[in-house]
C-alpha cells in the first residue's frame, strides 16, 4: 500500500514497493511510510554532553583483553587493572587470555588465565565436556549473516549461543572493574556513574557494532533505556587518540640497523617530532602515518590533514579528522594459522582435526608453547625454538598412526623443523621466519602500495601501535622496508595504546570531530517516471501517474567525511490514519554509483522502526494525517535515529535494527 505525501500532488520520493516497505509478517497492519520533500536536509547539532564519574574501557582483545578507568574529577590519571592472577614466564600479565571456560552445563566459571589453567588441569575425557573458547571475537565480523542466534563454536565442537559467549565476558569484566571501582573510591554511585566504553575493530560493520552493544546490555553493564553510557570505540581511532597525547620520551624510534641480540634499538624522539605534532594539531596539509598492528587486520588510513596516521592490526578505523581507509587481514592471527598449517604439513590434516576435537584441552597447551614462542622469535635470532609437544600428543599420534612423531617429521621432508631428544619440536630461525613471512609479507607490500599514493606523499613518521608492533620481527622489517623513507615510532606499551585511549575516548567522545562514512546508505523510493531514462520493469502506475520503483535514495555517500552530531533528516507521513508501527527498509553499497536498490552489490542491511501512537489526547482516532521527522546520525561510531512528531513535537519510539536480516 503506498503512502500520500504531505504535498499534492504526490512527489518523488515516496518509497518504492521494494524498497522502504513495510513487512506485515513482522508487524500485522504495519504500512509504509511516504517521504516528504518539503522537509529534507542534513544539518549538524551538537552532541549532547553527559557527566559521569568514571569512565571504564574495555579493550575486548582477539589475543588478550583487560580494562581501564579514569575519574573524571582527574581525568590526565589513567589508571590501569590490577595484574592478572596466572600469565606466562616472560610474559607480561596487565591483559589476561580472551579465553572463556563454561561448565558442562553450560554455567559461567572462569575467564582469562584462570580459565585457561583450569580447563589444562581437567582430566582429558572430563575436558570435552567443558565448554571453552578462546580468539573467539574475530568470528562476529566473519559471520556474513550475524543475527541475535549466531552461535559459536567450543574448543570441544559443542556450540552455544554467541551472544551468551560475549555477555559472559563483559559480565566478568563488569564485576572485576566494579570492585576495583569501589575499592578506591567507596562513595562511588552505584548506579549511573560509570560511563563504559568497548573498543571494536574498524573493519566491523553495524551488525557486528549492534551485537557488541547487545551482549553490554545482557552482560548488564547499562540499560538499554540508558544507550549514551556505554560508547563504542574503535580500535585505532583510540590508538591515534592516545598517540597525540604521548610525550616525547615516551616515543622511541628504531633504527635501521638490528643489534645482535635480535631486538629492534631504540632512541628518543628528537623535537622534529614535537615540530610535526604541533603542526598536525594546528594544520590540515601535512602528513604523519600510524600503523596498528594486532592480530586480524591491516588498515591504513590516510588523514587529508597535517600528519597521516596508519594502522596495521586487529581492528582499525579513521583518526580524529576526514580520512579515507583500505582495510585487510593481516595480524598476528595469521601467524598462528601459518603454525597450524606446518603441523598438517607434518602430521596430516585429518589427524589436527581429530586431535583437536578427542583432545581440546591438549590442543590449547600445545597454541599457548607457540605463542610463547612466537612472542621470542626474533629476525637475527640463530638459535632454534623449541615447542613442546603435550604428552598426550605425542600418545594420541602413536595410536592413531602407529609410529611416532619423528618418523612423521622424517617422512615429512619439512625443513627447518627436527626432534629433539628432549622430546620437543625445534624450529629452526628459519622455520620460525616462514611462519611470520606471509603475513608480515601483506602488511608490507600493503603499507608500500599505500606510500605510492599521491596523497601519501612526504610522509616522515610511522607508527606501529597494537599487540602485534610488539614483535620484534614485525619491527625489523618495516623498518627495513621504510625506514630510508620515514622515522618508525613504537610507544611506550605499544599493546596499552588502545585500551589508553579508549578511556581518552570515553572522557572526551567529542574529541574525534569528523568521520567518513564506509558506505553508501540509503532508501529505496518512488519517482516520476521519466520515459528513455528509467527502464521499463521499473514502471509503476499508481492512481493515473507513472512512477519509476526501487531508486536508491543516498544519506550519505562512502567516503563522505560527516561531522559528529550532524544528522540526515526525512519527514514521512503514515500511509493511513490509525497507523501504529512502520518500518524502513536500509539499503547500503560500497560504491557511490548507485541507482536502484537492485543493483549490484546493494543489499538490504538493516531496518527502522517507528512506533506511532494513534489516539489522540482526547482519546479519539487522529483525523489528520501526521508528519513524522526522523533524524538519522552517521558521524558518531554507530549510525543512530531518532524521529519526532511534528504535529505534538513529541518524540516519537525509534530503533535502527542491523541484526535482523
Not at 230 to 238: G, H, T, Y
Request: include cysteine; aromatic fraction near 8%; charged fraction near 25%.
Amino acid at each position: 500500500v503506498l503512502g500520500v505525501s504531505l504535498s499534492s500532488p504526490p512527489i518523488p520520493g515516496a518509497p518504492s514497493p521494494g524498497g522502504a516497505d513495510a513487512q506485515p509478517s513482522r508487524a500485522p497492519g504495519t504500512l509504509p511510510l511516504t517521504p516528504s520533500l518539503a522537509f529534507q536536509r542534513n544539518e549538524a547539532r551538537a552532541p549532547r554532553a553527559t557527566s559521569f564519574a568514571v569512565v571504564v574501557a574495555i579493550d575486548f582483545g582477539t589475543t588478550s583483553s583487560g580494562y581501564a578507568f579514569s575519574f573524571a574529577s582527574d581525568p590526565e590519571a589513567i589508571h590501569m587493572m590490577r595484574k592478572w592472577e596466572g600469565g606466562d614466564p616472560g610474559v607480561a600479565n596487565q591483559k589476561t587470555p580472551t579465553s572463556l571456560l563454561l561448565t558442562p552445563e553450560g554455567v559461567f566459571h572462569s575467564f582469562g588465565y584462570t580459565a585457561r589453567d583450569y580447563y589444562h588441569d581437567l582430566d582429558p575425557e572430563e575436558a570435552r565436556d567443558w565448554l571453552y573458547f578462546e580468539k573467539f571475537k574475530m568470528k562476529i565480523h566473519s559471520t556474513s549473516d550475524l543475527t541475535m542466534k549466531t552461535e559459536l563454536e567450543a574448543v570441544n565442537g559443542k556450540k552455544v549461543q554467541a551472544l551468551e559467549v560475549f555477555a559472559h565476558a563483559l559480565r566478568f569484566f563488569k564485576q572485576h572493574a566494579v570492585q576495583e571501582l569501589r575499592e578506591q573510591c567507596p562513595s562511588l554511585p552505584e548506579k549511573d556513574a560509570v560511563r563504559w566504553v568497548i573498543t571494536v575493530p574498524a573493519i566491523w560493520k553495524q551488525p557486528a557494532k549492534q551485537f557488541m552493544r547487545e551482549a553490554a546490555y545482557k552482560a548488564g553493564l547499562v540499560s538499554p533505556e540508558s544507550p549514551e553510557q556505554l560508547l563504542i570505540a574503535l580500535e585505532p581511532e583510540a590508538a591515534s587518540i592516545y598517540c597525540r597525547k604521548l610525550r616525547l620520551h615516551q616515543l622511541m624510534e628504531l633504527s635501521c640497523q638490528p643489534p645482535a641480540n635480535g631486538l629492534a634499538p631504540e632512541r628518543a624522539v628528537d623535537s622534529s617530532f614535537r615540530q610535526a605534532r604541533e603542526q598536525l594539531r594546528r594544520s590540515r596539509h601535512s602528513r604523519t602515518f600510524l600503523v596498528e598492528s594486532g592480530v586480524g587486520e591491516l588498515w591504513a588510513e590516510m588523514q587529508a590533514g597535517e600528519a597521516l596516521w596508519w594502522h596495521v592490526g586487529a581492528a582499525s578505523s579513521p583518526p580524529p579528522g576526514p580520512c579515507s581507509s583500505t582495510r585487510g587481514p593481516y595480524g598476528a592471527v595469521g601467524v598462528d594459522l601459518a603454525f597450524e598449517r606446518l603441523l598438517c604439513r607434518i602430521f596430516g590434516e585429518d589427524f589436527i582435526g581429530t586431535f583437536k576435537a578427542k583432545r581440546p584441552a591438549a590442543w590449547v597447551d600445545l597454541t599457548i608453547a607457540f605463542e610463547a614462542r612466537k612472542r621470542a622469535a626474533a629476525p637475527s635470532r640463530s638459535n632454534p625454538l623449541n615447542i613442546s609437544l603435550p604428552f598426550s600428543f605425542i600418545d594420541f599420534y602413536r595410536k592413531h598412526r602407529g609410529h611416532n612423531v619423528e618418523t612423521a617429521l622424517k617422512k615429512s621432508n619439512v625443513n627447518f623443523v627436527k626432534w629433539s631428544s628432549q622430546g620437543m619440536l625445534r624450529m629452526s630461525s628459519e622455520a620460525m621466519s616462514e611462519l611470520f613471512q606471509p603475513t608480515i609479507g601483506h602488511i608490507i607490500q600493503h603499507i608500500g602500495e599505500l606510500l605510492g599514493k599521491p596523497e601519501v606523499q612526504g610522509i616522515k613518521f610511522l607508527f606501529l601501535v597494537g599487540g602485534f608492533a610488539e614483535s620484534a620481527m614485525l619491527q625489523h622489517a618495516v623498518q627495513a622496508a621504510f625506514g630510508a623513507a620515514c622515522r618508525v615510532i613504537i610507544p611506550q606499551d605499544v599493546g596499552l595504546t588502545i585500551l589508553k585511549g579508549a578511556v581518552l575516548f570515553g572522557l572526551d567522545p567529542t574529541i574525534v570531530r569528523v568521520r567518513r562514512s564506509p558506505l553508501t546508505y540509503g532508501v529505496g523510493v518512488l519517482n516520476k517516471f521519466v520515459e528513455g531514462k528509467h527502464p521499463r520493469e521499473k514502471l509503476l502506475v499508481k492512481e493515473g501517474k507513472n512512477w519509476c520503483t526501487d531508486i536508491f535514495e543516498k544519506f550519505v555517500s562512502v567516503d563522505q567525511s560527516v561531522a559528529l552530531g550532524e544528522v540526515v533528516q526525512r519527514s514521512y507521513c503514515p500511509a493511513r490514519a490509525g497507523q501504529r508501527k512502520t518500518i524502513i527498509n536500509i539499503y547500503c553499497c560500497a560504491t557511490d554509483d548507485v541507482v536502484y536498490i537492485t543493483d549490484a552489490g546493494v543489499r538490504k542491511c538493516g531496518t527502522i522502526s517507528l512506533e506511532l501512537d494513534d489516539v489522540d489526547e482526547a482519546g479519539g482516532a487522529k483525523r489528520s494525517r501526521r508528519e513524522i521527522r526522523a533524524s538519522m546520525q552517521f558521524g558518531d561510531t554507530e549510525i543512530k535515529v531518532t524521529a519526532m512528531d511534528i504535529r505534538t513535537s513529541k518524540t516519537v519510539r525509534a530503533t535502527i535494527d542491523f541484526l535482523s536480516n
